[in-house]
């Protein structure tokens, strides 16, 4: 039978093709399949234009592409090729030259107008490769050959690595490694090849050929040597064959850097290889702050040592070899006066610690007072400059770091002894309590180029005005000295000068004598207060004039003790006169004790009053109503008789 709906779409098609004996035409076709049909073979046997260029037959797919091939492991795709024209066509295939590849189809004789035939087409291998190509040749009779392509492209290896690694900064000579992970995330085990791209010894890898299962990782090891390059970077590539087939390269990247360490002082000096510790007093110290910098890739360890200027670079050698005991380390650590803190340690990469070099010079034992002659008398100094004792010190420090780097630094100091003139003897005569002597000091500092510091430790009766400054070299300073005595007696005592905080000292002898008493007065209060009331400016007096007492007459005396006041001046003198100081003390003893004994009397004669007014108080007491009835009837309580309170 005709198909009816093919045969009305060939009649509706056009006028002229309306004329034509249709039914004759087709009826000698079999009857064309309805799902076969579609637009593209309506448009051909209806003789309407397309879009593309007449065919005469249809391949579908037009290129065969079997990816992600497995060995061992067959795949198939099904072809179409369909008879597009209007008459019968005969159509031989030729195969693929490959045995790879196959392609099967059924022989059905010529084909008709619309009707289509299947290719299927194969692939299968026993072999790892990467890609196979090939073709399979249509012929229509009486036509050109139409190629249909064949590729069939293996599963690839999946492995998956870092194609850059940073080796960072490195110095001369410097042999590193680092790991570079593999993982194949594939399914089949993978050949993997590394080869440096030159051949130089910088970059090499010890274990260059291996083989890495499905799901696996391995860390192959990369070494890096640093040969004396003359380029500050190093960049070379490993190339990578998987399977045989080139993957991306990996990058070597590494930066060339000079380690080295520098001292850099903070005073602004920069880097230096000189400290000078300038001029400094025996047994003095003073220090010099730098800075260790580290500037380059790696941590290094230091150790500083010290030579005394006048070695030989073997002798300081051999010390650096020669075993020590403790005891022998510690003594010359002691004695050596050039010193740094720390003398060892670590330094990170690119960074810097504080480092303090430091001269402690030793206490002298020459050092001794000059006697006072003043500056006017004594202007020529000259006779004085070997009493300094004036001496150099040189050392030099040795930063050793990596066993092969020295930095040399030198340490140069001068040392003297100060040169200090006073007086160190006073006395004040006598004072009365609570008044006051005062007597000049004059402190003259010989030094030539030094500042003497100097402080006066605090002492009972005496002060010192200023009591802590500092004497110019080359000057003199006058320093007021007070006698203020707090009670009667005599007074011999010391005042310590402190010179150069503490390192020397100097005794002062001072002598005074209080024996009699000054009324203290007490100056009134806030607007009441007068000018004479504010502490006046002292009034200093030579030590001669206050020795004899010649100085000013002192003010009001209080009233005379009752001692002095039963005996006559005659006999007080010729006491004084054999005896004065005991004498004194034995007055002032026996006028404590009688005001000790008075003070006892006059709290014991309370005590007693006290006492006795308590007793008084508790004859007179009444005793407290202890029942009703005596409660009632007690007349100070003025209660009415028979109501209740």
């Keep these: 039978g005709i198909n009816a709906e093919y045969m009305g779409i060939l009649m ?24 076969r049909l579609n637009n593209t073979t309506i448009k051909y046997l209806c003789n309407f234009p397309t879009s593309e260029d007449r065919k005469i037959l249809l391949v579908d797919p037009e290129k065969v592409t079997f990816s992600d091939i497995e060995v061992g492991k067959g795949v198939e795709v ?18 693929p030259a490959a045995k790879k590849f196959g392609c099967e189809y059924r022989n059905t004789g010529p084909l008709a107008p619309g009707v289509s035939m299947d290719l299927i087409v194969s692939f299968k291998t ?97 070494q890096l040597v640093v040969k004396d390059s003359k380029h500050d970077i190093i960049q070379q590539a490993i190339h990578v064959h998987v399977g045989g087939e080139q993957k991306e390269s990996i990058q070597i ?9 520098s001292v850099v002082f903070e005073n602004g000096a920069g880097a230096a290889s ?36 006048g070695k030989t670079d073997k002798d300081n050698e051999n010390e650096d070899h020669e075993i ?53 008398e004594g202007d020529n100094n000259k006779h004085r400059e070997n009493d300094s004792d004036a001496a150099d010190i040189h050392y030099k420090a040795h930063l050793k770091y990596e066993e092969k780097e020295d930095i040399e630094i030198d340490m140069k100091a001068q040392v003297c002894l100060p040169l200090v003139s006073l007086k160190t003897s006073f006395h004040f005569g006598e004072c009365l309590v609570n008044e006051r002597l005062d007597i000049l000091l004059a402190i003259e500092n010989q030094t030539q180029d030094l500042d003497v510091p100097y402080e006066f430790k605090k002492i009972a009766h005496f002060k010192t005005d200023p009591s802590k400054g500092m004497l110019l070299h080359g000057g003199e300073k006058s320093i007021g000295v007070t006698f203020r005595p707090n009670n009667m007696g005599v007074f011999t005592t010391t005042l310590v000068l402190d010179l150069i905080g503490g390192v020397y000292s100097v005794p002062i002898k001072l002598h005074g004598i209080a024996k009699k008493l000054c009324v203290k007065k007490k100056t009134p209060p806030g607007p009441e207060a007068t000018a004479g009331g504010f502490n006046k400016k002292p009034k200093f007096f030579e030590e001669e004039k206050v020795k004899t007492g010649m100085h000013k007459r002192m003010p009001g005396e209080s009233s005379i003790d009752p001692i002095m006041k039963e005996t006559t001046t ?26 000790y004994n008075t003070f006892i009397k006059e709290e014991r004669q309370k005590r007693e009053q006290q006492a006795a007014k308590m007793r008084k108080m508790k004859r007179m007491a009444k005793k407290l109503p202890t029942s009703l009835d005596e409660y009632l009837n007690d007349k100070d309580l003025n209660l009415e008789e028979g109501k209740p309170p």
Excluded: H
């Design 12 to 35: 509706n098609s056009t006028k002229k093709e309306q004329k034509k004996d249709i039914t004759k035409e087709v009826s000698i076709y079999k009857p064309f399949p309805k799902e």
């Design 78 to 95: 099904t072809v179409t090729v369909r008879n597009v024209t209007k008459n019968m066509m005969r159509i031989k295939i030729k195969p």
């Design 126 to 222: 026993m072999e790892e490769g990467t890609s196979y190509t090939d073709e399979i040749l249509i012929i229509p009779e009486g036509e050109s050959p139409i190629a249909l392509p064949l590729k069939a492209v293996m599963k690839a290896w999946l492995v998956a690595y870092k194609p850059f690694v940073n080796f960072g900064f490195l110095r001369q000579d410097d042999q590193t490694k680092k790991e570079i992970s593999f993982v194949n995330q594939g399914d089949n085990t993978a050949e993997i090849t590394l080869a440096p791209a030159e051949t130089n010894g910088v970059v090499s890898v010890p274990e260059s050929n291996f083989e890495l299962k499905p799901g696996k990782e391995k860390k192959v090891e990369v």
């Design 253 to 261: 990247y590494a930066v060339v850097v000079k380690q080295v360490l």
């Design 274 to 309: 000189t400290i000078s510790f300038g001029s400094l007093f025996y047994g003095e110290k003073k220090e010099c702050r730098a800075i260790l910098v580290n500037n380059g890739p790696k941590s290094v360890s230091f150790n500083i040592t010290f030579s005394k200027e």
């Design 324 to 376: 020590k005991a403790p005891r022998e380390v510690g003594i010359e650590m002691m004695e050596r006066e050039m010193s740094a803190v720390p003398l060892s340690g670590t330094i990170g990469q690119y960074s810097e610690i504080p480092i303090t070099f430091i001269c402690t010079t030793k206490k002298s034992t020459k050092f001794r007072v000059l006697e006072y002659i003043g500056i006017k």
């Design 570 to 595: 005659s006999q007080i003198d010729g006491k004084l006169k054999d005896n004065m100081f005991e004498n004194i003390e034995r007055l002032c003893y026996r006028e404590t004790q009688q005001k």
